[in-house]
C-alpha cells in the first residue's frame, strides 16, 4: 500500500487586511510587538485539498476565513466527517503522529495561516513548560483525541 501524499502547496499569497496581532497564536507571539508568529498565511480555493488521510503530518494550519470540510479517506471529503470554521485548527495531529488522520478540503475560498511541524513545535517549547507538558499530554492521550475528533475538534 502507497503512502497517500499531501497536495503540493501553492505559492502564499498576500492577504491584505489580516494582521498577525489577530489572532490567539500571533498575539500569543508577540507579532505587533516585534515578536516572531511561526505561521504564514496562504489562500487556497475552493476545492483544493489541503491535506490527506495517512500523508506524512508535516502542517498545522489555523482557519482565518473560509471553511474546510474533513473526511477520512484520501483524497476524499464527499463523506464528511466534521467541519473547521474559522478560528478552527487543521493538523494538529502533527503534534502527536507521523500521518494526518483526516483528509481537508476547502469547502469555500479559504485563508489559513500555517506553520511547519518542526515550527509550530519550536514555538510551541518557548511558552512556559508546565502549558507544553499539559498539552503534550492531552494530545498524546487517545482517548481524549477519539473524543475531540467526533465532536468536531476543540472548543
Known sequence: MT?????????????????????????????????????????????AFLCNAGAPADYVWLIKEGVVGLGRSPGDVDQLEA????????????????????TARALTRVTLCGATREGFQRWLRQTDERVGVVLEAALSDPLLVEMVQLQGGLP
Open 83 to 102: 467541519i473547521r470554521l474559522p478560528g478552527g485548527y487543521i493538523g494538529l495531529e502533527c503534534l502527536v503522529r507521523d500521518s494526518y488522520l483526516c
Open 3 to 47: 503512502t497517500p501524499k499531501t497536495p503540493e502547496m501553492p505559492e502564499t499569497v498576500p492577504v491584505k487586511g489580516l494582521q498577525c496581532g489577530d489572532c490567539a497564536i500571533g498575539r500569543a507571539s508577540g507579532a505587533g510587538a516585534g515578536q516572531f508568529c511561526p505561521f504564514i498565511v496562504r489562500q487556497h480555493p475552493r476545492g
